[in-house]
Each structure stands twice: as C-alpha cells, then as structure tokens.
C-alpha cells in the first residue's frame, strides 16, 4: 500500500483567525517534545517582563474527522513554555494566539519541525555585534547570556536510521576549524563548522 502524501497548499495561509486566551484556557499538546531548562525558562520570563508577547502561540483546532475522538479539541502546537509561563503569573493571563486547522499528520509535522527549523539559521556575529552594542545594558546582559548558553550546547535532529557518532572538536580560531573541517572532508568525513 503506497504511503498517503501530505497535500497542503503550497505557500498557503493556514491561520484561520486570532485572538487572546487566559492561560488556564489552553490544553497543552500530548505529542510535544520539547523540553525548557531552568536557564531558557528564566530568560523567556525575563524577555516578557521587558517587553511583553511579541509572538502568538499557535492552538490547532482540530476540526477535521480524521481527529476521531480529539476531533474539536483545540490543543495547543507551539508556545508552551510562553504558556506555562503566564500560568504561573496568573491564570486569567491574557496570551495572544493564531489558530490554525491541521489535520493529524499536519500538526504532526509542525511538532517536529517548526522549531527546529528555526534553529538552523546561522549567525552574522557582526551583525549581532552591532545590535547587541546598541542595547541598554541589561537587554545586553540577557542577551549575552541566551547565547552564551546557546553557543554551549549543541543541537543535533537526526532522521535516519543508520547508527551516527559524532565528535565535537574546540578549535582556537576560524582558521583552524577551517583547515579541519577542509582535512576532515578530504579524508571523506561528513562534516560542517558551527
């Protein structure tokens, strides 16, 4: 039996409306992998007593009959650590939220992916550089700290099968992780500078 393809429209609008929630209102998302540590909750905290909801969490209606017995349970997809985090200001937190309407393997594939996708840009440190320097000194102090923390763990998201070792070498400078990465690839290692 040939595999069931996903057909969703290309490049389409798939939020159906939006409004605010009082956080006690949401039902968090039982296929949800992700895990916040201590540091990334603090500084999710931190950034909304700064500047407040800058981005909405995402809620899946769920309206399809593929659902069965969820079928009109809205569930929360994206936004759990925001969430969590306004319940534990207040229940009747206001949080701001799109709504969508995917069918099972749609919210399926946004659980694993939308976030890890983000993860993937890269970084222009002068870019950064600039706006960080621009910043009052406390949104400086935060901001150093996410990515102090970010540049110290090192995120993977692997989809074969086939048993995969890594190793992670600190280099002392660009130079010397070139000339590796150059050695290792000649030598037919697969590999890629952080």
Same mark, same amino acid.
Not at 83 to 97: F, I, M, Y
Not at 125 to 150: C, G, I, N, W, Y
């Given at each position: 039996?040939?595999?069931?393809?996903?057909?969703?429209?290309?490049?389409?609008?798939?939020?159906?409306?939006?409004?605010?929630?009082?956080?006690?209102?949401?039902?968090?998302?039982?296929?949800?992998? !992700?895990?916040?540590?201590?540091?990334?909750?603090?500084?999710?905290?931190?950034?909304?007593?700064?500047?407040?909801?800058?981005?909405?969490?995402? /809620?899946?209606? !769920?309206?399809?009959?593929?659902?069965?017995?969820?079928?009109?349970?809205?569930?929360?997809?994206?936004?759990?650590?925001?969430?969590?985090?306004?319940?534990?200001?207040?229940?009747?937190?206001?949080?701001?939220?799109?709504? /969508?309407?995917?069918?099972?393997?749609?919210?399926?594939?946004?659980?694993?992916?939308?976030?890890?996708?983000?993860?993937?840009?890269?970084?222009?440190?002068?870019?950064?550089?600039?706006? /960080?320097?621009?910043?009052?000194?406390?949104?400086?102090?935060?901001?150093?700290? /996410?990515?102090?923390?970010?540049?110290?763990?090192?995120?993977?998201?692997?989809?074969?099968?086939?048993?995969?070792?890594?190793?992670?070498?600190?280099?002392?400078?660009?130079?010397?992780?070139?000339?590796?990465?150059?050695?290792?690839?000649?030598?037919?290692?697969?590999?890629?500078?952080?």
């Amino acid at each position: 039996m040939a595999k069931k393809r996903l057909q969703a429209n290309p490049w389409g609008d798939r939020i159906v409306r939006s409004g605010k929630l009082e956080a006690r209102e949401f039902l968090a998302n039982e296929g949800n992998w !992700r895990v916040h540590p201590m540091m990334q909750q603090e500084s999710v905290a931190h950034l909304l007593r700064l500047v407040g909801f800058v981005q909405s969490v995402i /809620v899946n209606l !769920r309206t399809s009959p593929e659902w069965g017995r969820d079928q009109n349970v809205e569930t929360l997809v994206d936004g759990h650590l925001r969430v969590s985090l306004a319940l534990k200001r207040g229940e009747d937190t206001l949080v701001p939220v799109n709504y /969508v309407d995917l069918t099972p393997e749609e919210e399926k594939l946004i659980l694993a992916l939308l976030d890890p996708t983000a993860m993937m840009a890269g970084t222009d440190r002068e870019k950064l550089a600039e706006l /960080v320097e621009a910043m009052p000194q406390d949104f400086r102090e935060l901001t150093a700290s /996410v990515h102090e923390e970010l540049g110290s763990v090192k995120r993977t998201v692997t989809f074969d099968t086939k048993a995969r070792c890594r190793v992670i070498v600190d280099c002392t400078d660009e130079a010397q992780q070139d000339t590796l990465v150059r050695k290792l690839a000649a030598e037919g290692y697969t590999c890629r500078a952080d």
